[in-house]
């Protein structure tokens, strides 16, 4: 099977459901740029496909960067003066500022208070902060619970370590048919957020998981980095096999109930962008297709000295939605369908990757006899079906300067008919692949099958 | 006479009447991909135009084709039990599916229900249908009539004949004062079919007749083709002097009350494809311009191997109405006012080809002074007259790098408004023509004629 | 101080209203072509701004044109059969048709009625009429005025001379780092009309005034001349130099209540097109952009043998109120204010020709590292601050493919806002310009300062 007949043949559901039990298994985990629960994140993942765990060691260097100490937290709160805790990392993990030094001392409310972050215009949600940077300590919590508490003394504890140790990511490699490989990243820092973090994650996996089982033109590499650092890690230590990256994409956000977004790479005319934008329009669904901007990990992948076509699948983009990098961000945003919904759409794309060459017509002189090769439409019916259609315009175009993805997208037909008429043709010695040697043509029966069944889509 | 002036001088009722008349005469031959209704067309075309009919031999491979067997009919009919035709190919000649098989013999309805045609959606017309490359037999029939048919035994009969003969077409060259070609092209194999093949032979019958009239720069290659197959005998009979084509056009359909439409060379920016864009904005009448489809003769002309610059002019377009291929297709259908505004349209496009070349300024540092050429506005009147309009774009386009049609796209003003400016200025020893050895120039009278009017379009 | 700064230091309200007092003191002037008037308004000029003040001698061969006879007028009138003067040019510098012979006659009103000009669709306003390349005379009259002469025979005198002298003109180079120049010119050849020459002279005097109290790049030359035949002249006497031109603009028509409108040059693509449509568009006001055309005398700068980059600014385009070139294009079409926005927003354009060029990213593998240089928002905030911002998409693109006004179009950022990063991120060493030594780096702390608003705009 190759991959574009298992964008046909997944079943959606299953496909959905799986993601968002995985979702929900990672969840609680308190994730963060390095530490324990990032690695544990990774240890499930593993369960779930073989990937490998890597450790760079803190004080690495990375182009401009550092790998930074490794961050662990076993607990933090903040007690009121009747030693309640009022802010409890238990209760959720986005309580504290990621990476805050530790602390442990007493302190009236008004020292507290610069340390507190709200979100006034959402009162019921926690935002979800990190001070990686910068040496400092917070607490993060509803502005509901920030309005009830009272003046007086208050505990503050954030257990929590700081100190030498390592950056954990995933690896995957599944070897294709050649060494030219298809990136596919997601980040994995992020703590219990469901949507900015996990959906990505859920589908980068279940992309693994069926790709691994089909006929593959490209290797599939897939990175699970914390943000960032990450992926300047990775790119840092890989760059001299970066050269086989030929597509490559980041996802994220890729389980609201929004619509799809696919964000062009730097390069803005990659054979992913089209590839992208090819498959939502035939789909048809609402879907929005966006040029490149430097946010996201994209921007490191795609940055002038390494140039990289890597482009990024949202479904609302990134930051686009109210609960983005909140509490609210949670198992409730995420839908199996929506997920499976992505997933599809990618598998297309990764289809038209997969499926596009350039061929020259063998036979360019005027139109081939299609009729005495089996190839065309019973006589007597009345214009051209669909697949003519398509072995029309192949024929048309194998000139040498268009690739069967060009031809789709001068045709408006689907890309998977003009492939399969494409290949159709080749099977007949009519086409042959651009700096391949032909092969040798099949022989001709002299009046042909009746029936063009055989290039049915 | 040039072309461009023929363009604006012909009497569109005389042309349109003439060319309706002609398609009356032709309309009830039976003709077919071969025989003598073909060639019967053919000769009567002989007597509007000094035309050659070729005769390609059944056998004679042609590119990747054959030229098939000749068909000739000389009757054909289903006979009741009772004797009478209720399918009478004296009647219409649609009436059987051309190259069918010589048959005669005796069946049952159920039997015979297999080989009859109808459009139900249509009860009251007759298909037009074929079998040319399997060996069939069948009728075409009103839905009307084949309601109408009682079961019982029928008479069913063809008489034809299907053996070793010719492709016959028509070919016509006007030579012009270079060899560089037009090749106008049509097909002419339709039966009773007025707007689809006749309308089209019709107005190649006139363009030829009234370029002979007037001085041409290009030579004008006129065919009358069978379709699909006598295309690609004439190419492949005539590849070396391919190279001859500069432009070239199909014609079909061309004389329904539709609006125009100017479907694009494969290639999407050949000069006539700007031409005829051209012709219809200037002419501001609705139509449409269609960018290249792989259907119709234009196929075989544009095909990757011979990519000749072939675009095809249609009122509605090939098989966008509904009569498109059946009975209705008759002589109610084509109107003298369409067939004359589509030749009317056609040779101004011709008229752009005609008259399109590269001017290089030969005072090109700021504007000559035109006053004291007589070339010039009278100094009192207020703002430029429309030749000074023109004059001044001319001059400021006349770089080497803008031909006359680029400046009469960017300009907005009428391309032989711009010609004759460049004419104009050309006489006044302001520009030459690129690659050309610069004329003397005219003497300047040292104040200039006061009247512009040598100009005046 | 930068051009930049001085678009956003200016004070409207002065600089508008200087300009509508020069244009009072300006407006009674009987400027013509050559002559007296003209000379007076350049040394009216001259104590405002150190131009030069140029005379070319008549007879002085200028590319194809002779530079004409100089024309001076004492007076003009037609007195009736009661000796009252019917038309004055004491009244108005219009009612005489400019560069008539001198005449001193009696004649019926029949012979004087050829040579008495009106316009009839606005009945009160005097048209303004030229007879530069014939010798005529002629009187210029509201329609009103017309309609009121009775029959009879009427003293006709124009009391002026046309003789040998010289065509005078003001020039004014400021001179700038690199002698690479920017050339803004104005006409100064039209009598007592406001907003058709007035306005575009004030502007470039202040334009002149401003920009000399600045630091500049470029060189700027400021030309006062003649419209047609002083272009015509500068050109041809300064042609060894014109290569030094690397922007032009033409000012006309910048004073009256409509929106500003840029026409390109004829390139179309150059530095200043793209520096005002980016401007007109930043601003977000109403504007007009329109593409090259031939009218003008932008059209001599652009011609084809010297292609200089230069652009048109007006308000109302040219010729598009119907104000223009009568009595109505007085000093209460133009408004101080109108002025004043036009000039802000030249300036705000001639700031993105100052400051833009092309940067080479020297860390240009994954971002580098802002924060330890100070150049990031503060880690708890949520959100990239707008400079940060711009520096991403400034870091994204120092490819050595794209300027800096090509990433302020890609990101739709102001193009100040990325200049000002541009020149953060090379203050840091992280950027060199293309084709010059990189600087050393500063050095960086290895934390870095916590407050971005070095970078504020």
Redesign the interface.
């Known amino acids: 099977m190759r991959v574009w007949e298992l964008a046909r043949a997944g079943d959606s559901t299953r496909i959905g459901r799986e993601m968002y039990e995985w979702i929900e298994d990672l969840y609680p985990l308190c994730r963060s740029m390095t530490g324990e629960g990032l690695r544990e994140t990774l240890r499930r993942l593993a369960r779930l496909v073989p990937l490998t765990i890597q450790e760079v060691p803190t004080g690495t260097p990375v182009?401009?960067?550092t790998v930074p100490r490794e961050w662990n937290i076993r607990d933090a709160y903040v007690k009121n003066s009747r030693g309640q805790r009022v802010i409890d990392f238990r209760e959720s993990n986005l309580h504290v500022?990621h990476y805050s030094v530790p602390i442990h001392t007493r302190m009236p409310l008004a020292d507290l208070r610069p340390h507190l972050?709200t979100l006034p215009g959402h009162p019921d949600w926690i935002?979800y902060?990190?001070?990686?940077?910068?040496e400092?300590w917070?607490f993060c919590l509803s502005h509901r619970r920030l309005l009830e508490l009272e003046t007086g003394e208050y505990e503050v504890c954030i257990d929590a370590t700081l100190g030498p140790g390592s950056l954990s990511y995933g690896e995957l490699l599944l070897e294709g048919e050649t060494s030219d490989e298809v990136l596919i990243a997601c980040h994995v820092c992020h703590p219990s957020l469901a949507n900015d973090n996990l959906a990505g994650v859920a589908l980068a996996v279940q992309l693994a998981r069926e790709l691994a089982g089909v006929s593959r033109r490209y290797s599939y590499r897939f990175l699970f980095l914390p943000g960032?650092i990450g992926?300047?890690a990775w790119?840092?230590l890989n760059?001299p096999s970066l050269r086989r990256i030929k597509h490559g994409l980041v996802l994220s956000c890729t389980g609201d109930a929004g619509s799809v977004t696919y964000k062009k790479t730097?390069r803005g005319d990659a054979a992913i962008d089209r590839a992208f934008t090819r498959t939502l329009q035939e789909r048809g669904d609402e879907h929005t297709v966006l040029?490149?901007?430097?946010?996201g990990d994209e921007?490191?992948f795609?940055?002038?000295?390494?140039?990289l076509p890597v482009g990024c699948l949202t479904r609302t983009a990134h930051?686009g939605y109210p609960e983005y990098?909140t509490s609210a961000d949670d198992l409730a945003l995420v839908h199996p369908w929506a997920l499976a919904d992505t997933f599809g759409k990618c598998l297309a794309a990764l289809g038209i990757l997969e499926g596009d060459r350039t061929y020259l017509?063998l036979?360019?002189?005027?139109?081939?006899?299609l009729?005495?090769r089996g190839l065309?439409r019973?006589?007597?019916e009345?214009?051209?079906a669909p697949d003519s259609q398509a072995m029309?315009?192949v024929?048309?175009?194998?000139?040498?300067h268009h690739s069967l993805l060009d031809i789709a997208e001068?045709?408006g037909l689907p890309f998977q008919s003009i492939r399969a008429a494409a290949e159709a043709l080749a099977a007949h010695g009519l086409l042959a692949e651009q700096g391949v040697i032909a092969p040798v043509p099949a022989p001709v029966n002299s009046?042909g099958a009746?029936d063009g069944s055989r290039l049915a889509g």
Chains 1, 2, 3 share one sequence.
């Open positions: 182009f401009d960067w500022v972050f935002p902060r990190t001070s990686y940077h910068e400092r917070g960032t992926a300047i790119l840092s760059e730097r040029e490149f901007s430097p946010y921007r490191q795609c940055s002038p000295g390494l140039d930051g990098h017509s036979n360019p002189k005027c139109e081939p006899h009729g005495k065309y019973r006589a007597l009345r214009g051209p029309l315009w024929l048309s175009f194998t000139d040498g001068r045709s009046r009746r």
